[in-house]
T-cell receptor, first 115, second 115 residues
Framework: NAGVTQTPKFQVLKTGQSMTLQCAQD?????MYWYRQDPGMGLRLIYY???????DKGEVPNGYNVSRLNKREFSLRLESAAPSQTSVYFC??????????????FGAGSRLTVL | AQSVTQLGSHVSVSEGALVLLRCNYS??????LFWYVQYPNQGLQLLLK??????LVKGINGFEAEFKKSETSFHLTKPSAHMSDAAEYFC?????????????FGKGTMLLVSP
């Protein structure tokens, strides 16, 4: 089925370790996004990529880096994980619906715990 | 800058009762407005959207929302709640329809449905 695929679904890290969250979409969308979700905070934008070859900071970019590897893939890297980065991470891509509006399609999420 | 305020982190209704989830937005330009639903341990799914045109928009699962510019509101309603409606609901605003625009989410409202 077409959609947004994130890996891994679950990960436990120790403080200071690094890791990369992978995201791929097969809907030929230009724009891709990384959000984090924390209880009572809603979703906050970390980074986004409006098109292949471009990336921009969102609301909470500190401690993260991203790579738009190609049109399909957008990865999120934590270079030195901190407990404050314990969260659920969602990747999304944006594309036009039949009505012409651009809407986000979300992946299932990656739950990260930093000890 | 754009922002969203959802009144009430939790709303409880009985099965068959009216569902009303409140959302107010702030935007310096005409907004694009969205409601997303998140079921436990899943990603977000689009319920409905307002871009332009008719201010009363209908979505999936019997939900609808009305854009009221004078009140800067986009409240979500459903005439009769089902047990399956229990989930977290997020209101979101965007200031344009382009790929460079980002979505700003509210903090979410958890809908609890009792038998």
């Amino acid at each position: 089925n077409a959609g947004v695929t994130q890996t891994p679904k679950f990960q436990v890290l120790k403080t200071g370790q690094s890791m990369t969250l992978q995201c791929a979409q097969d809907m030929n969308h230009n724009s891709m996004y990384w959000y984090r979700q924390d209880p009572g905070m809603g979703l906050r934008l970390i980074y986004y990529s409006a098109s292949e070859g471009t990336t921009d900071k969102g609301e909470v970019p500190n401690g993260y880096n991203v790579s738009r590897l190609n049109k399909r893939e957008f990865s999120l890297r934590l270079e030195s994980a901190a407990p404050s980065q314990t969260s659920v991470y969602f990747c999304a891509s944006k594309g036009r619906t039949d009505s012409g509006a651009n809407v986000l399609t979300f992946g299932a999420g990656s739950r990260l715990t930093v000890l | 800058a754009q922002s969203v305020t959802q009144l009430g982190s939790h709303v409880s209704v009985s099965e068959g009762a009216l569902v009303l989830l409140r959302c107010n937005y702030s935007s310096s330009v005409p907004p694009y407005l969205f409601w997303y639903v998140q079921y436990p341990n899943q990603g977000l799914q689009l319920l409905l959207k307002y871009t332009t045109g008719a201010t009363l928009v209908k979505g999936i699962n019997g939900f609808e929302a009305e854009f009221k510019k004078s009140e800067t509101s986009f409240h979500l309603t459903k005439p009769s709640a089902h047990m399956s409606d229990a989930a977290e609901y997020f209101c979101a605003v965007s200031v344009s329809n382009s790929g460079y625009s980002t979505l700003t989410f509210g903090k979410g409202t958890m809908l609890l449905v009792s038998p």
